[in-house]
């Protein structure tokens, strides 16, 4: 039988036809470029202010300026920390009633209180016509604009699945045409729709057929071209797309009015109509409906168009996936790897929508020139498509795809980090204090509009080259039988994150112009990581079967079989290759695990010792987390000698004495007192009365605090308050934790080395020596920068010290008792948890609690005579008299004997030489390596930053802590019961989840709620510490014997990275917004628990050896199975050889 891509070759792949045919269906994505990103220029909100029909007639009067009339109008409101006129508010003044002259200079309106506005806006935006602005869709009904792209989303999802059906049902053909009449009636009814309902309704109706129909497009003309053309024409059909995004801002200049620019971006859906009578059927469709006589007759046509001659094989013709099975939406998930496909996949069509939608409905609020700023960064999608042919065949798959998210990632961060502009005091001063250079450098700097817009360009260009490589790569992900519907399934998540997309970024645009770009970068970041997880597709036959996908090694040993058979002429059946014959070598040695077994696995010794080495936990708790009762920052105000004085004198109240220092700001929507500003006011040049009452401060200018500062802390003495550590320098309270985090970072490896090096018990000791020397230095240091300094000094030694006695503490139990001793060593790091806030009620200064958690390093230092070394790695040192000798000593204490003589050995003395790279050498490493390492960051930056969050929260920090530490005890039990029922991966991914939705839930619970709050935070709480508990040792599983140790080591150093990361996480962004960085640690759980999903189940599982049965697992099973079987004959051939030897 003949296929259609035979008869291809024949008739043309790409001959003049195809080109013709593809230049038509270009067409089509030049309007839908408008269709999906128009609301830039439809849904404009321009400036806006409430209407007052008394000030307006009073305005026309008088003749006053928009200002004049505005002043009178609305209010001044805090945004982002500068003063400016609210779009939201007037002032609840009936000026009717009121005797308003023209003169209103002096006119005071500070005191006058204000309302929403209640007679409609009016729009500084001249000549321009939205549906905003008919609609008046702004303040409390500004979500309705949102509702615009989301219902087109909506439509999209629909319409995608139902043409997709129609398509296979009725052909490509039809559904094209069908698709392209419902959106020339859908696009003029939203033109005319009456009201913003029927607009929303058409809008659902419009995107239905328009997704559809482009899809279809898309699919038609890949289906009449040969497979080499395929990849090139769909990336350039995609790119029309971008040719669409460069007219649609000169449509928008011309036509001012949103109604005509829809009809105008309507009207060619009208004339594809006529393509009935230039476009095709597809011929394989009409293959797959057993129309053989029509598909010969079009693929006739196509011939003579590209002048060429067809053979007599076209009566062959037929179907070559008619013998295809039923694919299943479980298909995809049944399996480890095709799961891990689609949910990565599924990831990057939902992050690809989100940011690409994201940064371009961005434009619209930006307050620049809307049409060149979206021109400029329509330019920057051409690249895209010349990019990705020319890296996919010489670089491959994944690197591009994965650098795309990256960099677009890369892009959002920074742009959000730029500033728009230098202020001008700031210029002023740069330019008195350093002349000419200064004032070059700092006039380049005054706008850097053009360097943002830059670096959101390149952003723009990343994220489109990853949308338009999600598609292709996709289709290479799934066997033939099921990569249709993989790709449907997949790409449905990107019209959820168009649903998503204005939500996110209009909403939180409310609060931070640039926090969109925060959450868009972090989902571009993850999206591109996971990337990294997928195998590269390059040169790699497309997947046939389900087991193309899962066993890879076995379509590559088959290929090299068939190699090997071609080459020495073998006939072609089965040939099975000897591997190296197995040696059996009887060893009369015995491991440590041997001897211990005798000594006792878990007796009265190691129970002693365990209980000695646990203490070393509580400590660590307070080094760990005690920043949040030492650096504690109080309510704080601006000192002002001359008010302070003469508040003596008057009695004045706290209130009254604050009122004259500090300004109200607007702080999350209410009036507080400023922590950082102080009235520009000289009173001592003041005279002012006793009796302070009526003295208007509304006009008068603020500026920083000039004379330190008053807390309201009674009592209580940090090193914040000590060193003044707040307002323009409260980022170096951050630098207390991130320095410690900074010498925990170091510290493990580098007691990792001196403990392999020269022993773990000598290691321990010189840690303690240390952490006494450092810590109690840090309790009489007399400026910060040594505090710092010492600071991380202490971390160096308190984790490599903790660590090493962790090793020690699992090296001298048996295996059985390992996971419980390990868990319960870390269980006490909670028992210091609680501690800690009654040292802190009972040692209220922060140099004594120093002192105090500093203390117990130095009775550690008892230790020398009371532990002993490890017996391990005394033989692995070749002490083994030694380690006979501890071994023996041990035995006596557990009053147990043993009772042979034998010889120690080192069970790894033989093992490879580990090496950095192979950790990241073959897929399922990599992927571990990748997983475990954004767990452990995870871990850290959560935990952490729910700790300290304890700090800012407002409430009573003794309790609050005590409340929050008691939740980690049920998380140890937690594990010991179920990783042994359940298994690692449930538990362990729940943990996660559990963490991020609280977090979540906690951020929208309001503050009056809060025993309500507090109980869903301390579930957060006990989630990250049982996710916490879990990677340590789950970490240990996943890697095979002669790299374990450094696996664990490289991984758990982002654990350091997130503590250094996470003060300035959570303080800076609590700045914006108290209850934003829960956001963020909702996100990034969500997404570790996700990961976690992606790692094998080692429940019942022996650890691996090699790397092979990291990545081979089944191979191993198959091998037990295999030897297995063949003792069964093995053994029943001896049974029967001594019957007869009997007789």
Not at 708 to 737: A, P
Not at 1024 to 1038: D, K, Q
């Amino acid at each position: 039988m003949t296929n259609f891509d035979d008869i291809l070759e024949e008739a043309g792949k790409f001959g003049r036809c195809q080109k013709r045919i593809f230049a038509l269906l270009c067409m089509v994505s030049m309007p839908w470029a408008g269709v999906y990103v128009g609301i830039v220029f439809q849904g404009f909100t321009p400036d806006h202010w409430c209407r007052d029909p008394a000030v307006a007639e009073r305005s026309q009067a008088c003749g006053w300026s928009l200002a004049e009339s505005r002043r009178l109008t609305v209010p001044l409101v805090n945004s982002s920390g500068a003063l400016q006129q609210s779009s939201c508010e007037q002032y609840e003044v009936d000026w009717n009633a009121t005797a308003l002259t023209c003169d209103t200079q002096g006119l005071d309106l500070s005191k006058t209180p204000t309302g929403a506005c209640k007679s409609g806006w009016e729009y500084d935006y001249k000549g321009r016509q939205s549906f905003v602005t008919e609609f008046d869709l702004v303040c409390s009904d500004g979500w309705l604009v949102d509702m615009y792209q989301a219902t087109l989303n909506v439509g999209f999802l629909v319409g995608s699945i139902a043409t997709g059906y129609l398509a296979d049902r009725f052909g490509r053909k039809i559904s094209f045409l069908m698709s392209n009449l419902l959106n020339g009636i859908a696009g003029i009814l939203v033109a005319v729709a009456p009201n913003y309902v029927a607009l929303l309704v058409f809008r659902t109706l419009y995107g239905f057929g328009v997704k559809g129909g482009w899809v279809v497009g898309y699919v038609l003309i890949t289906e009449i071209v040969g497979v080499e053309y395929r990849r090139t024409v769909g990336v350039i059909y995609q790119m029309f797309f971008s040719v669409g995004i460069l007219l649609l801002p000169l449509l928008a200049y011309f036509i001012t009015d949103w109604r005509w620019l829809q009809v105008v971006i309507t009207v060619p859906y009208i004339l594809f109509l006529s393509y009935y009578w230039f476009i095709p059927e597809s011929p394989r469709w009409l293959l797959s409906q057993n129309k053989k006589s029509k598909a010969i007759e079009i693929t006739m046509a196509m011939a003579k168009e590209n002048k060429m001659t067809l053979s007599k094989n076209i009566e062959n013709l037929s179907d070559d996936n008619l013998e295809s099975s039923a694919a299943s939406f479980m298909d995809l998930i049944r399996t480890p790897k095709i799961r891990k496909h689609t949910f990565i996949l599924s990831f990057n069509w939902f992050t690809s929508a989100v940011v690409y939608q994201g940064l371009i409905m961005r434009l619209g609020i930006l307050g620049g020139n809307v049409y060149i700023d979206f021109l400029i960064s329509g330019l920057v999608e051409f690249p895209a498509a010349f990019l990705i042919l020319f890296t996919i065949e010489r670089v491959g798959r994944r690197i591009p795809f994965a650098s795309a998210n990256i960099v677009a990632g890369a892009a959002c961060f920074i742009t959000a980090l730029i500033p728009d502009r230098v202020s001008g005091d700031r210029w002023r001063r740069g330019t008195r204090r350093s002349g000419a250079t200064r004032f070059t450098f700092l006039s380049v700097l005054a706008d850097m509009f053009w360097f943002k817009t830059v670096v959101a360009c390149i952003g723009r260009l990343g994220i489109t080259m990853a949308f338009e490589m999600v598609v292709f790569v996709n289709t290479e992900l799934y066997p033939t039988f099921v990569r249709n519907l993989g790709v449907s399934v997949c790409s449905t998540l990107c019209d959820i994150g168009g649903i998503v997309a204005p939500f996110l970024l209009y909403r939180l645009a409310v609060i931070w112009l640039e926090l969109p770009l925060i959450i868009f970068g972090s989902l571009a970041f993850v999206a591109g990581g996971l990337v990294l997880l997928l195998p590269e597709t390059r040169g790699v036959p497309l997947p046939e079967t389900i087991d193309d996908i899962e066993f890879p090694e076995r379509v590559m040993e088959n290929a090299a079989l068939k190699k090997q058979q071609l080459a020495n002429l073998l006939p072609n059946y089965d040939v099975s290759t000897n591997k190296e014959p197995a040696t059996c070598i009887a060893v009369a040695m015995t491991t440590f695990d041997d001897l211990l077994e005798e000594a006792g696995p878990f007796g009265r010794c190691q129970r002693r010792v365990f209980a000695l080495l646990c203490l070393l936990s509580l400590p660590f708790a307070g080094v760990y987390v005690g920043t949040v009762f030492q650096g504690f920052t109080p309510d704080h105000w601006c000192r002002d000698p001359a008010v302070a004085e003469r508040s003596q004198a008057c009695g004045w109240s706290l209130a009254e004495s604050r009122r004259l220092t500090v300004p109200l700001v607007n702080s999350s929507g209410t009036l507080q007192q400023s922590s950082c500003e102080q009235y520009e006011v000289d009173w001592n040049a003041t005279a002012p009365g006793c009796d302070t009452q009526e003295l208007d401060l509304s006009e008068v200018p603020v500026t920083a605090c000039k004379n330190g500062w008053e807390y309201q802390y009674e009592g209580r003495k940090s090193f914040v308050t000590e060193f003044n550590l707040v307002c323009s320098d409260g980022w170096f309270v951050d630098m207390n934790q991130s320095a410690l985090n900074l010498g925990f970072l170091f510290g493990s490896f580098a007691f990792g080395f001196f403990a392999d090096r020269f022993g773990r018990k000598i290691s321990f000791l010189i840690s303690n020596i240390l952490n006494a020397i450092s810590g109690i230095a840090l309790a009489f240091t007399p400026n910060y920068v040594s505090i710092l300094v010492l600071r991380a000094v202490f971390g160096f030694g308190a984790k490599g010290g903790w660590m090493t006695s962790y090793v020690l503490l699992t090296e001298i139990v048996g295996v059985e008792s390992r996971r419980t001793v390990g868990i319960l060593y870390q269980m006490f790091f909670s028992v210091g948890v609680l501690l800690l806030p009654l040292l802190a009620y009972f040692v209220p200064n922060w140099r004594w609690q120093q002192f105090v958690i500093s203390v117990p390093y130095i009775l550690f230092l008892s230790y020398y005579w009371i532990i002993p070394e490890s017996p391990r790695w005394l033989i692995s040192q070749n002490k083994s008299s030694k380690a006979m000798e501890i071994t023996e000593a041990m035995a006596k204490e557990n009053k147990r004997k043993i009772k042979t003589s034998v010889t120690l050995t080192d069970v790894e003395g033989d093992s490879s030489s580990a090496s950095l790279l192979d950790l990241f050498r073959t897929p399922n490493m990599r992927k571990h390596t990748f997983i475990l390492m954004f767990n452990w960051f995870t871990t850290a930056v959560v935990y952490q930053g729910l700790i300290m969050r304890v700090g800012i929260a407002g409430g009573n920090v003794y309790i609050d802590f005590l409340l929050s530490g008691l939740v980690e005890f049920p998380a140890a039990f937690l594990i010991l019961f179920t990783i042994d029922r359940v298994g690692r991966r449930i538990p362990f991914a729940s943990a996660n989840i559990l963490a991020g939705a609280a977090c979540f839930i906690t951020a929208l619970i309001p503050d009056n709620m809060f025993w309500f709050k507090t109980v869903v935070g301390c579930i957060g709480r006990l989630g990250i510490t049982m996710a916490f508990e879990m990677v340590v040792f789950v970490n240990t599983e996943l890697y095979p014997t002669y790299i374990r140790n450094l696996g664990v080591s490289f991984c758990s150093t982002l654990c350091d990275i997130g503590g250094i990361v996470a003060p300035f996480l959570l303080y800076r962004l609590a700045v914006i917004w108290l209850e934003l960085p829960l956001i963020i640690f909702g996100v990034v759980a969500f997404i570790a628990g996700g990961l976690v999903l992606f790692l094998p189940e080692t429940r019942g599982v022996p650890l691996p050896e090699t790397i092979d049965d990291v990545e081979f697992p089944n191979r191993k099973k198959e091998d037990a199975v295999e030897s297995q079987r063949m003792k069964e004959p093995l053994k029943t051939e001896m049974t029967n050889n001594m019957e007869a030897t009997t007789v």
